[in-house]
């Protein structure tokens, strides 16, 4: 079974930064099959990103994602007040569709 | 517009049983498949279970099988999830979300759309 591990656990920036998060799984995972999802406090999560890198609709081009193997990055270009939330990454295809453990992204 | 709305959470004992809805509208709920996601207070994401469009096919993760059973009434634009046999473990926001993947292809469990969730407390 896959586990995802997720990197920093809190990333404190400030507004305009660049914010870079990291999802290390513990057996290749196909990109075509990695999702990534923000969730507001007291807010349902929100699809970001799946596949390698194709956006949700309706999500800013400030969001981008990459990577293969074993290791994901999400990188938000210039983070804005809205942007600072937890980050879960996912992998979807069949079970058991396991998410990692989220990173924070806090306002510095 | 397109919308998810959950409802049915409450205290419960352990040992009990409640049924959870999830209730559609602004699109055609028949054709996608639907899932059930939770988490619990101050924790991370976790799977719960995957139903296709026609019923006809239904998943659940190890923690919840053979207790949960997840249904949907395609008339009723409806998702259910009933829960027995509760445990304190899973006390949870129960989020429905719609899947974005077609069952054709053999995938499933890109959550695409979600609902704001209903609050599951199994305690004594």
């Known amino acids: 079974e896959i586990v995802l591990t997720q990197s920093p656990g809190t990333l404190s920036l400030s507004l305009g930064e660049r914010a870079t998060l990291s999802c290390r799984a513990s057996?290749?995972?196909?990109?075509?099959?990695l999702a990534w999802y923000q969730q507001k406090p007291g807010q349902a999560p929100r699809l970001l990103i799946y596949?390698?890198?194709t956006r949700a609709t309706g999500i800013p081009h400030r969001f981008s994602a990459s990577g293969s193997g074993t290791d994901f990055t999400l990188t938000i270009s210039r983070l804005e007040p809205e942007d600072f939330a937890v980050y879960y990454c996912?992998?979807?295809?069949?079970?058991?569709?396991?998410f990692g453990g989220g990173t924070k992204v806090e306002i510095k | 517009e397109v919308l998810l709305v959950e409802s049915g959470g409450g205290l419960v004992q352990p040992g009990g049983s409640l049924r959870l809805s999830c209730a559609a509208s602004?699109?055609?709920?028949?054709?996608?498949?639907m899932n059930w996601v939770r988490q619990a207070p101050g924790k991370g994401l976790e799977w719960v279970s995957y139903?296709?469009?026609?019923?006809?096919?239904?998943y659940y993760a190890d923690s919840v099988k053979g207790r949960f059973t997840i249904s949907r009434d395609n008339a009723k634009n409806s998702l259910y999830l009933e829960m027995n046999s509760l445990r304190a473990e899973d006390t949870a926001v129960y989020y429905c979300?719609?899947?974005?993947?077609?069952?054709?292809?053999?995938?499933?469990?890109?959550?695409?759309?979600w609902g704001q969730g209903t609050l599951v407390t199994v305690s004594s």
């Open positions: 979300a719609r899947d974005g993947l077609d069952f054709w292809s053999g995938h499933y469990g890109l959550f695409e759309l």
């Open positions: 602004g699109f055609t709920f028949s054709s996608y498949s």
């Open positions: 139903i296709r469009g026609s019923g006809s096919t239904t």
């Open positions: 057996q290749s995972v196909s990109s075509s099959n």
């Open positions: 596949g390698a890198s």
């Open positions: 996912q992998q979807f295809g069949s079970s058991p569709l396991p």
